[in-house]
C-alpha cells in the first residue's frame, strides 16, 4: 500500500488506506520515518481506518533541516497534526513508537483520542536520558557546560532537553492504551513501563526475544497478532 503525500504547515505527511471516518495518528521514533515499516504494517493491518503518519524534526525529509529533535518543537508539531485530524475524521486514534510515545505523552493528554497503541514506548524520558548519561559517563555538570553531548548512540543529549524533561513530568494520560514491548528491550527499563500501565490502566503485553527495535520477521508477527487482537471496534 502506498500513501498520498502531502504537508500540514511544512511538516512532511503520509495517509494511508481508503476514505473512512475514523484515523490513527501515527507518529514514529528515533532514526525512523513516516513512511517506515511499522507504519505499512498497521496500514495492512487496520483496514477500516486510515493512518496519518508524519516526519519528526531530524527525521525523514526533514534530515538536514535546521530544526532539531526537541519536545518544544516536536508537541508543536503532533498538536499541527492532531488539530488537522480533529477537523476531518470523527475517530481518532493514536500509534506511537518509542520516544514518539513520549511526544505523545506531552501534546496528547488532554486531547480527544479515542484510543492510543504504544510500540516499545518511552514513557519516562529522564529515566532514559539518565540510564544514557550513565553509560557513557556525562556528568549533568558536564551537560551543562558543553550543552550539548555526542554519544555513540547516533542520539546527542542536550541540557535544553534534560531541564525540559525534569520540569514536564506526565502526571496524566486518560487513554484507553494498548502497550507492546519487547522482552529484550535493553532501552526502557521494563519495570518504569510496567509502573507506567499500572498508573494509568494500560494493557501491556510482552513479545517473547523481540528487542526494543521491532525489525525481524519474528518481531513484525508479533506486532501484526498484537495489533489483530487489540484493534477491537476501532478497525470495524
Request: proline share 6%; hydrophobic share 40%.
Amino acid at each position: 500500500m502506498n500513501p498520498h503525500l502531502f504537508q500540514i504547515q511544512a511538516i512532511p505527511c503520509a495517509l494511508w488506506g481508503a476514505e473512512s471516518d475514523r484515523v490513527l495518528v501515527a507518529v514514529h521514533g528515533a532514526q525512523s520515518h513516516k513512511e517506515d515499516t511499522p507504519f505499512r504494517l498497521l496500514a495492512d493491518t487496520f483496514r477500516g481506518c486510515q493512518i496519518l503518519s508524519f516526519d519528526l524534526p531530524e527525521h525523514g525529509a526533514r534530515q538536514g533541516k535546521p530544526t532539531l529533535c526537541k519536545p518544544p518543537a516536536c508537541v508543536r508539531d503532533l498538536t499541527a497534526v492532531l488539530d488537522y485530524a480533529e477537523d476531518r475524521w470523527k475517530h481518532v486514534g493514536l500509534f506511537a513508537v518509542s520516544m514518539g510515545a513520549y511526544f505523545s505523552l506531552l501534546a496528547y493528554g488532554g486531547r480527544r483520542i479515542e484510543r492510543a497503541w504504544f510500540l516499545s514506548p518511552v514513557v519516562d524520558m529522564g529515566a532514559l536520558i539518565h540510564s544514557m548519561m550513565t553509560w557513557f559517563d556525562v556528568t549533568p555538570e558536564r551537560l551543562e557546560r558543553e550543552g550539548a553531548v555526542p554519544t555513540p548512540m547516533g542520539q546527542t543529549l542536550y541540557w535544553d532537553y534534560f531541564c525540559y524533561v525534569r520540569d514536564h513530568p506526565i502526571r496524566r494520560w486518560p487513554i484507553p492504551t494498548e502497550i507492546l514491548v519487547g522482552e529484550r528491550d535493553t532501552l526502557c527499563d521494563r519495570a518504569v513501563t510496567a509502573a507506567f500501565a499500572e498508573r494509568f490502566s494500560c494493557r501491556l503485553r510482552t513479545a517473547e526475544h523481540a528487542e526494543h527495535w521491532f525489525h525481524t520477521q519474528s518481531d513484525l508477527s508479533a506486532l501484526t497478532g498484537w495489533l489483530r487482537e487489540t484493534g477491537g471496534d476501532f478497525i470495524r
